[in-house]
């Protein structure tokens, strides 16, 4: 542990953990001496699972961009080494960010009354949400839980971005629909940079020509701009926000909303 010698407390403690970090990136294992589970459901990969589980979940989340469960692997097993710890540094560098971790929220039916949500004013945050829920016809619960990322404190980071997915959706107001998803991934990928956002992105292919089109000259200009100047969406306190104006918050964010997904269907079709 030389590197930290000769440094003050906070930055031995800093460099030493930074050590363990990359010694548990080059340390490998095999099946059969698997080490034991760092939280409730975690599953440890060895790198060759990882990689043969994130080469498959990507192609066949193409062929069925519906499957959540080959999504929610895709995005574990390509999130690390690096960008999970990204996405975790930037919550501990934001005041609501090191709540948020202090506090470990979820976002599930239990823990969000859609009975009070909808009695909110009809502009707050929490009556979009819910208004945005029961027109897509989804709900909180629809996320799997993590289980391939190692480190505990980064697992929850990965569940309580997952569970944010449906706030974006009612913050940009884009649907659930394939271009409606593709659009938001995008601009969580621009805002997170998790690389399972981009990789997302290859299922315009399987968009028609007409949305294709829109997406390179409207959505992805949209997604682009606007995840890249917006405050980081993973440090948003969505259970404390319930109440406030989304446009206001909206403006906090730096985000403007995309123009209508479905709207902007219907004019083509009667064009």
């Not at 069925?64 to 574990?76: M, S, V």
């Not at 089109?213 to 404390?240: C, K, M, Q």
Request: hydrophobic share 35%.
């Amino acid at each position: 542990m030389g590197i930290a010698n000769g440094l003050s407390r906070p930055l031995q403690v800093r460099c030493t953990k930074w050590q363990y970090t990359l010694l548990g990136l080059v340390r490998s294992y095999s099946a059969l001496n698997r080490p034991p589970a760092a939280y409730k459901g975690h599953v440890p990969l060895t790198n060759v699972e990882r990689s043969s589980l994130a080469v498959g979940s990507a192609v066949m989340s193409l062929l069925n961009p519906r499957r959540g469960d080959l999504i929610a692997t895709l995005g574990e097993t390509t999130a690390t080494p690096y960008f999970i710890y990204r996405l975790r540094d930037a919550m501990l560098s934001s005041s609501s960010g090191r709540r948020i971790l202090r506090d470990r929220p979820r976002i599930t039916s239990k823990t969000m009354s859609m009975s009070y949500l909808r009695t909110l004013p009809a502009e707050s945050v929490g009556r979009t949400y819910a208004a945005w829920l029961d027109r897509e016809g989804v709900t909180p619960d629809t996320r799997d839980a993590v289980k391939y990322i190692d480190d505990e404190e980064c697992a929850y980071v990965m569940q309580r971005y997952r569970e944010c997915h449906d706030f974006y959706h009612a913050l940009t107001g884009l649907p659930v629909m394939l271009e409606g998803e593709i659009a938001l991934k995008a601009f969580e990928f621009a805002n997170t940079v998790l690389p399972m956002s981009g990789l997302s992105l290859a299922a315009v292919s399987r968009l028609k020509a007409a949305e294709r089109s829109r997406f390179w000259h409207v959505y992805l200009p949209w997604a682009l701009d606007n995840g890249t100047r917006s405050r980081e969406v993973i440090n948003v306190y969505w259970e404390e926000e319930l109440a406030t104006d989304v446009d206001q918050l909206r403006q906090e964010l730096g985000i403007e909303r995309p123009p209508d997904v479905r709207e902007t269907r219907r004019k083509t079709r009667k064009t």
